[in-house]
T-cell receptor
Framework: KAGVTQTPRYLIKTRGQQVTLSCSPI?????VSWYQQTPGQGLQFLFE???????NKGNFPGRFSGRQFSNSRSEMNVSTLELGDSALYLC?????????????FGSGTRLTVV | SQQGEEDPQALSIQEGENATMNCSYK?????LQWYRQNSGRGLVHLIL?????REKHSGRLRVTLDTSKKSSSLLITASRAADTASYFC?????????????FGKGTKLTVNP
């Protein structure tokens, strides 16, 4: 069974640009979550999607958005990039529908904003 | 905001020794999970313990959960150099059907050969 696939693995962007990150969950998983990891703030929850609906959102500005497609693949977008957006962005998928379960994480996208 | 706080922040031991990491959290949970991360890569799920369980084992891993103290511990027995990684506890406090993990800042474990 293929794991969670995140693309691209590395990305360098300039301040003010926008970026789109992609996540393909494990086949059959309908819940996809996104997390930001930085040395200072640690792992922070961004948002969670289930069946194309955003069910939960973390405490991030509106520049951070996401969506989920009918095949459960998800994308997150960050507009007007700031230096502080440099981070490892992790996507996780889960087979459960809110009853709690294990998450499978992708290898992440390392975003560097210069 | 961080829900869990791991203790210690860093731990250095010799191969063969046991490693114990602790985690405290603040609110009611559905379950608590432990993950491992190698050098800024993705997180690997280690073990999940539900709020109505007190102890769980998986291979060389033993997890305990004390909901009255809002704390958990992860014990790795007979450690190996390959166990060198950062370990995170995460609480699943999703409500209304949503799923959300809240992570602690992690314990960086170094196992010296």
């Amino acid at each position: 069974k293929a794991g969670v696939t995140q693309t691209p693995r590395y990305l360098i962007k300039t301040r003010g640009q926008q970026v789109t990150l992609s996540c393909s969950p494990i086949s059959g998983h309908r819940s996809v979550s996104w997390y930001q990891q930085t040395p200072g703030q640690g792992l922070q929850f961004l948002f969670e999607y289930f069946s194309e609906t955003q069910r939960n959102k973390g405490n991030f500005p509106g520049r951070f958005s996401g969506r989920q497609f009918s095949n459960s693949r998800s994308e997150m977008n960050v507009s007007t990039l700031e230096l502080g957006d440099s981070a490892l962005y992790l996507c996780a998928s889960s087979a459960t529908d809110g009853t709690g379960g294990r998450y499978t994480f992708g290898s992440g996208t390392r975003l560097t904003v210069v | 905001s961080q829900q869990g706080e791991e203790d210690p922040q860093a731990l250095s031991i010799q191969e063969g020794e046991n490693a114990t990491m602790n985690c405290s959290y603040k609110t009611s949970i559905n379950n608590l999970q432990w993950y491992r991360q190698n050098s800024g890569r993705g997180l690997v799920h280690l073990i999940l313990i539900r709020s109505n369980e007190r102890e769980k084992h998986s291979g060389r891993l033993r997890v305990t959960l004390d909901t009255s103290k809002k704390s958990s511990s992860l014990l790795i027995t007979a450690s190996r150099a390959a166990d060198t990684a950062s370990y995170f506890c995460a609480t699943d406090a999703g409500q209304g059907g949503s799923e959300k993990l809240v992570f602690g800042k992690g314990t960086k474990l170094t196992v010296n050969p």
